[in-house]
């Protein structure tokens, strides 16, 4: 990376050393013009000035040009001139008058003055450099910029050169060792990783390396870092671009990028191509309205050529990252370009603990903090929002002079990063036993409840967009969920809405994402997972969603009308199953329900352990209830499929 400063550095001091020359050459034909062309600035005197020195003998000489005069006084002459100070000259520039005057040249002639002549339409020689000199700079500027355009194989601009970094593992290495989890992934790595170190051990057996491996994943799993980490590993040149770099606004400079990055990349093969965001030039062919996007298209089909065209490029591997697969085109996934797709998923408990424990290294912890609480506290959480995590804690910590990290400022940060900013809003009384009643209805609900999750947390302190939360902390990582699960989050959901009418005999809007989130967790028990006996045993979802407009207008359902009406009917019977079952939860225990307003009334925020203590449920413990409970305390969403979504009650 030093040297290619250094050569960077250089080239700017060489080109600024040709700036000069070029700058004195546009120059010159004002200096000639200022030290030879003096004449064309005289000062100019009126005719009848001019007639007054003849007769009075102060003319040495004139040059006549058509109507124009100019010539020099024997004797300076003082001029006066309008809005400035008097000069004194020797050398005038006047006009004959219109009207001949045929007795000038005789007196002249007699007063002994030297008479020169020329042409109207006579031009200087410094008048010519000073027009043509600009225009023969310019051509001369461009054969230099075309012939150095010719020589190097670019353009004139160098527009089609790639835009790719080159990673020197020298200067800041990456190892599988600083990549956390992902243990499958680093499995199919390594296998790339031994055949640059060892080829022939692969070629003796007829094995060929994998020419394209597609990291696929959620946003912040990782997939930039394992690709770093294989180029450590390897020791070998990583070309690193994103899929953005290659699009340009003029048709063919994508597809010359990709031919001069490979180029590149073949004369320091063996070698390594990562492109990140694949999926911005991937994207599937001739889909939209009116066809694709030429450039793009065209950009593609290159990239589809230098991977498994006429040339062979087997010392030369690709590798990409996208969130996206869904949307790539078929020929970038089938074996010879993409043979190998890798799934990067999101970190499971002990994998977030060995993350934590990577981020923590360079940050002073107190002793105290536990990390391995801290990753059960984030499920959903990506290796990236980790190291958020930790360096919002750490921003705390120094904004509040410390010294260390305690297990405070890691709570405020999670706080912070899933919730935002608490927020300071003028409640009314009545208004604050509303969102109280809201908020207990959804924990009596899930506390009492079998197939829920434990409550961690209650608040009716406004952070964010939410006006309260109800926080629960799945007891471990779930892959699979049962139907009586859904139904009961369903309940919890619809917890809120039921507590509002029992106790305040009255609706808010406050139940607006609830009903979002336990609608679509309906439909998908209807239409895609077979879990209604009215509708069967049959997925109506269709395929996933289309990205793009063309094929989402030519989209038609694949069920008739009847069939729809059959599953609004049943959408709603779940969904008002789930209201009574909620609202049979609270009116059973409704002085507890009383009692856990009065306390969230009073105090704003309960744990989980606290809210069990008051309703008599101590067996039902949640692993996070030995939290300190402080007023800062706030939910993390969790959703049904394990990653990050708005909680009951948002």
């Known amino acids: 990376m030093n040297s290619n400063s250094d050569q960077n550095n250089q080239g700017q001091f060489g080109r600024a050393r040709m700036l000069w020359p070029l700058l004195l ?21 009126t005719y009848t000035m001019f007639r007054e020195q003849l007769e009075q003998g102060n003319i040495e000489r004139v040059e006549l040009a058509g109507e124009r005069v100019t010539g020099v006084f024997r004797e300076p002459v003082l001029l006066d001139r309008l809005n400035s ?25 007699d007063r002994g003055v030297l008479i020169d002549t020329r042409t109207a ?28 355009a010719r020589s190097s194989g670019d353009d004139f601009m160098g527009m089609v050169k790639s835009r790719a970094h080159r990673y020197d593992g020298r200067v800041e290495r990456v190892t599988f060792d600083d990549v956390a989890g992902a243990e499958g992934a680093k499995g199919e790595l390594a296998e790339i990783v031994n055949f640059l170190r060892e080829p022939m051990r692969y070629r003796r057996l007829g094995a060929r390396v994998p020419k394209g491996v597609l990291l696929v994943g959620p946003p912040g799993t990782g997939k930039t870092l394992l690709a770093r980490a294989v180029a450590g590993e390897a020791n070998v040149p990583f070309f690193s671009i994103s899929g953005s770099d ?7 400079v994508g597809a010359g990028r990709v031919r001069d990055l490979f180029d590149k990349a073949k004369k320091h093969s063996p070698s390594i191509i990562f492109i990140d965001e694949l999926d911005s030039i991937g994207r599937r062919r ?6 694709g996007h030429d450039e793009r298209e065209q950009t593609l089909n290159q990239l589809l050529s230098e991977m498994d065209g006429f040339e062979k490029n087997e010392y030369v591997i690709v590798m990409a990252a996208t969130n996206r697969p869904d949307i790539l085109d078929p020929a970038l996934q089938r074996p010879g370009r993409f043979d190998r797709q890798v799934q990067v998923d999101l970190p499971t408990l002990p994998d977030r603990v060995e993350i934590l424990k990577i981020h923590a290294r360079n ?7 536990d990390l391995e609480r801290v990753a059960r506290g984030t499920p959903g959480f990506s290796g990236a929002d980790l190291a958020n995590l930790l360096n919002e804690a750490a921003l705390l910590a120094a904004r509040r002079d410390k010294n260390r990290i305690d297990m405070d400022d890691i709570n405020d940060a999670r706080d912070k990063v899933i919730m935002g900013l608490e927020r300071k809003l003028q409640l009314t009384a009545e208004e604050m036993r509303l969102l109280a009643y809201h908020e207990a209805g959804h924990a009596l609900v899930a506390a009492y409840l079998p197939n829920t999750d434990p409550v961690h947390k209650v608040t009716i302190i406004p952070r964010g967009r939410a006006m309260g939360v109800t926080q629960q902390l799945p ?22 809405r039921a507590a509002e009418e029992i106790g305040m005999g009255t609706m808010t809007s406050g139940a607006a994402n609830d009903f979002k989130q336990a609608t679509r967790l309906a439909r998908l028990m209807v239409l895609e997972w077979g879990m209604s006996e009215r509708v069967g045993r049959i997925a109506l979802g269709g395929e996933d969603k289309e990205v793009f407009l063309g094929e989402d207008l030519g989209h038609t359902r694949e069920y008739s009308e009847q069939t729809a009406r059959e599953v609004d009917i049943e959408v709603h019977r779940l969904l008002d199953e789930a209201y009574e079952r909620a609202r049979s939860v609270l009116e059973t225990h409704r002085d507890r329900l009383d009692l856990v307003v009065d306390v969230l009334v009073d105090r704003e925020q309960i744990s989980g352990e606290t ?8 067996g039902k413990k949640s692993l996070l209830d030995d939290e300190p409970e402080t007023r800062e305390d706030a939910p993390l969403p969790q959703g049904e499929d394990g990653r990050l979504r708005p909680a009951p009650g948002d």
Do not use: C, H
């Open 611 to 618: 809210l069990l203590d008051l309703l008599g449920l101590q």
């Open 25 to 45: 050459l546009l120059l010159l034909p004002w200096i000639l013009n200022y030290m030879f062309g003096g004449n064309e600035s005289t000062p100019g005197v």
């Open 363 to 369: 940050k002073p912890i107190e002793p105290s903090v």
């Open 85 to 109: 100070e008097p000069i004194e000259t020797k050398q005038f520039t006047t006009y004959l008058p219109t009207i001949e005057d045929p007795s000038l040249l005789a007196e002249m002639r």
């Open 286 to 291: 001739g889909t939209g309205i009116g066809g």
């Open 246 to 252: 290659f699009m340009e606004m003029f048709v063919g």
């Open 475 to 496: 007891e471990r990582d779930r892959y699979l969920y049962p139907r009586d699960y859904m139904l009961d989050r369903m309940a919890v959901m619809m917890g809120g």
């Open 121 to 148: 339409n006579q031009i200087s020689w410094t008048t010519v450099m000073v027009n043509l000199l600009p225009l023969g700079l310019f051509i001369i500027v461009a054969i230099m910029f075309f012939r150095r």
